[in-house]
């Protein structure tokens, strides 16, 4: 019996050692080498009087208020149902203050997360006016900006491309 109890604590503190720190390890220094930018958050920085500032996250989308700024989804989550009726309002309401015709569903759908940090590129081009006549830019540079935040790949017909809100916002930023 003492013989059983002895090999069954050697046997836990092996597979603790070898599971709990010589995996971990490996997979953090995995990640830090390889995947840095990832493995530390996708943080977007800037230069602000002489200080380097972390301005947000790619990974994480951030709310930005003012006609001058790209709109991300709406941040309150959602786990209705897409036939709900409680969702059908929320949609509706979000249709009559935006008072505009063809809104691209994202700009009118809450995520399940509620932190997306990246909407269509529909749902950036229909914001690019308003943008533009806030900021008294050419539309068409508003457009270029966009473009360059377009992430994603398409395929013929099937598209995976987004735009990221936080890359539009800080270059709108950067350009005035």
């Known amino acids: 019996m003492k013989k059983i109890m002895i090999a069954s604590?050697?046997?836990?503190?092996?597979f603790t050692l070898l599971c709990g720190v010589v995996y971990t390890v490996a997979?953090?220094?995995?990640?830090?080498?390889?995947f840095s930018a990832q493995a530390n958050g996708s943080l977007v920085k800037k230069q602000e009087a002489g200080k380097t500032v972390v301005i947000g996250s790619k990974l994480i989308g951030q709310s930005f208020v003012g006609d001058g700024?790209?709109?991300?989804?709406p941040s309150e989550v959602s786990q209705l149902s897409p036939v709900s009726k409680e969702q059908k309002e929320r949609v509706e309401k979000r249709v009559e203050k935006i008072a505009a015709t063809d809104i691209?569903?994202?700009l009118v759908t809450a995520s399940a997360s509620g932190v997306d940090p990246e909407i269509s590129v529909e749902g950036a081009l229909f914001q690019s006016e308003r943008i533009a006549a806030a900021?008294?830019?050419?539309?068409?540079?508003?457009?270029?900006?966009?473009k360059q935040n377009i992430i994603g790949m398409k395929i013929g017909g099937?598209?995976?491309?987004r735009v990221n809100v936080l890359g539009v916002n800080h270059m709108l930023d950067e350009s005035e």
């Open 27 to 34: 997979v953090t220094l995995v990640g830090q080498v390889v």
């Open 158 to 161: 099937i598209t995976s491309q």
């Open 135 to 146: 900021r008294n830019m050419k539309k068409e540079d508003v457009h270029a900006i966009i």
């Open 9 to 14: 604590l050697k046997s836990i503190l092996v």
């Open 69 to 73: 700024y790209l709109h991300g989804r």
């Open 104 to 106: 691209p569903v994202d």
